[in-house]
């Protein structure tokens, strides 16, 4: 954490605190391990010798000051058509193979000799798009972590993606800003304008080798803010309760209620029919808050909204399958 008041050697001035992103803590721990005088982040730089002040503290992994973020985005577009799905393959990995020039059974799981070509093509894509929005350094050390893993085989490979894209960063809120306008009218440029640079890193996190095993029976929840045109959405869904939409990003959910309930002013109660889905907590540095991650192309269909008095929270009941055609 940094002291981010405007003049943090004022005696007179309250003391504020801002936090480091989990990125810039991982270069700030190497520089420190490494013994050098000067860390380079986005931005501005750390200096052992003349800097604000900076405390080092074990995080408490409860503090939600982070992750409001990446629960409470509504994980479809507004101007998704209601009626709109697709299958187990995303039109955005359908693009991705274009553009590698890779067959239809061609993926890393199936043929390791394409793990190099792709974490590379990740790795430069990641520092591409980290260079657009002033995060060079940040991207860099993505990019890096990243490369250290592609000879080690295709499920260290996926764990080292599941766990980039579990840290705060530019990373998955690129990803899933463009994700989200899969299947809206008018954006289909957007999407397709990152096909090049998020596209292999999209490809190797979509094609994960460990969760093999369908889940079934299982409820997962999300806690989200709503506006009140996105609430007309899913009230609009919920008067068809049999028709099925898709996901079109990658979306994050807790097994714990609880957890779920610290975030938005609307709780997701989804109940996975079957589906595969990805238990993150043993890769997340969050294992606390019990995350699972629903693959883009999962299907939900909304059963019902009810208000609750104890909660004064909107509560909106789906129900999840895969989709296979």
Known sequence: MWQSNPNPWSKSEPVEWSHYSDVENLIIEEVLANKQP?????GYYADA??????????????????????????????????????GWVSPFIVEVRI?????REQLPSKNTDLIPMLVEKAAQGIIEEGRKIGKAYEAEKLANMLRVQQDKGIE????????????????YKKLNEIMRFIGSEGYEHVWRSKVRTLGPFYLLLWDDPINKQMKTNMKLYRGVNLTDEQLATYERMAKFPGICHSFQAFTWCSRNRKKAEKFGDTLFIMEVLFAFTAD????????NEEEELITPGICFSVQRIEFEKKTNKRLIYMKLGQRFS
Request: glycine share 2%.
């Open 99 to 103: 553009d590698l020039g890779l067959r």
């Open 38 to 42: 000067k860390c380079m982040l986005d």
């Open 280 to 287: 993150l907590s043993a890769l997340s540095p969050y294992p």
């Open 49 to 86: 010798n003349k800097q604000r002040p900076v405390k080092r503290v074990v995080r408490n992994r409860e503090d939600n000051h982070l992750r409001q973020e990446r629960f409470m985005f509504d994980p479809i577009a507004p101007l998704h058509s209601l009626g709109s799905t697709y």
């Open 156 to 171: 260290e490979v996926w764990k080292c993606c599941a766990y980039l894209y579990s840290l705060e960063s530019f990373l």
